[in-house]
């Protein structure tokens, strides 16, 4: 084979790769933005509703969140053993149709001004998204070089908070404009879905990595079992500890200045939304820095 064959061939390889991995990165943004300006839409309408005795209010903040992250707990595993026995492209779209009826129960509960309806439309997009998430991380091996994987990881966290920015305005903002008719909103956000539809279209096709896997129907004991595994090495361990203490604390320092901006700045939902977004950017920027820097030790080591 001559040795411009050989550079088609190797130019052909990158340009799939790269066609692959911005089909990932796109879908993964609108995924993010999606949920984002849902949960945000949806505590805005919570955090404005009359109710009398203050607590209640809070009580009901907590639980519309605690109905979002429930799920990552319960359905997490079912997410990754369907990344395991199916293409996790099939997954992937099959959770993005999936968000098409979810976000329609969101647009009647929006369009009806249900409180109920919205409710549970959160929490089955927080069982879509736990089901989403194990595909969008699995992929990017199977379609990434080795030596990129740090950068892709870096990217795809970048545009994930990105996404979180931009959707955390949006739910905000969203509310603010269309408070006494939150079915528009609803609407839109429905488009956006049908966007992610249309983009999660174009991912690769990738094969199965494990045809045989076993369903596990208790989560628990999955979860427990994955625990097990990870604390067996060290260094994933201390990893995986270190990521959830963040997300705890960005969590609760995202609630506390959407508090801060509505009760003691009074400057509105939308403007308090640029607040929580400015948590956002820095940890975008932090992700990418992250990823190149690691990127770096990698290849020298």
């Not at 994930?160 to 903002?173: D, E, L, P, R």
């Not at 270190?242 to 609760?252: K, P």
């Not at 939902?269 to 990698?298: E, N, Q, W």
Request: hydrophobic share 50%.
């Amino acid at each position: 084979m001559s040795a411009q064959a050989i550079d088609m061939s190797v130019d052909a390889k990158d340009n799939r790769w790269r066609r692959g991995f911005w089909s990932v990165w796109a879908t993964q943004f609108q995924e993010s933005f999606s949920d984002l300006a849902y949960r945000w839409l949806v505590l805005s309408f919570v955090t404005q509703m009359a109710v009398d005795a203050e607590s209640a209010r809070e009580y009901l903040k907590a639980f519309a969140g605690l109905l979002f992250a429930a799920p990552f707990v319960l359905f997490s595993p079912t997410g990754g053993f369907l990344a395991d026995r199916f293409s996790k492209r099939s997954v992937i779209l099959g959770t993005k149709f999936a968000e098409v009826l979810v976000m329609g129960v969101a647009l009647a509960g929006l369009a009806m001004g249900s409180l109920p309806i919205m409710l549970l439309a959160l929490f089955l997009r927080g069982i879509q998204s736990s089901c989403y998430s194990p595909s969008k991380f699995g992929m990017l091996p199977e379609i990434l070089p080795e030596r990129l994987l740090s950068w892709g990881n870096g990217v795809i966290e970048l545009g994930s908070f990105m996404a979180i920015i931009g959707g955390t305005v949006a739910g905000t903002t969203l509310y603010s404009k269309f408070s006494d008719q939150l079915g528009y909103a609803g609407l839109i956000l429905f488009a956006v879905t049908l966007v992610g539809v249309a983009v999660a279209s174009t991912l690769p096709h990738v094969p199965a990595a494990a045809t045989t896997k076993p369903l596990r129907i208790n989560p628990f004991a999955e979860l427990s079992e994955e625990l097990k595994s990870i604390r067996k090495d060290r260094t994933l361990f201390l990893a995986v500890l270190g990521v959830t203490y963040f997300f705890m604390l960005a969590t609760l320092l995202q609630l506390a200045v959407n508090d801060y901006g509505l009760s003691v700045l009074n400057v509105g939902t939308d403007r308090t939304g640029y607040l929580v977004a400015a948590i956002g950017i820095g940890i975008g920027l932090g992700s990418l820095a992250a990823g190149y820097l690691s990127a770096k030790r990698s290849n020298m080591d």
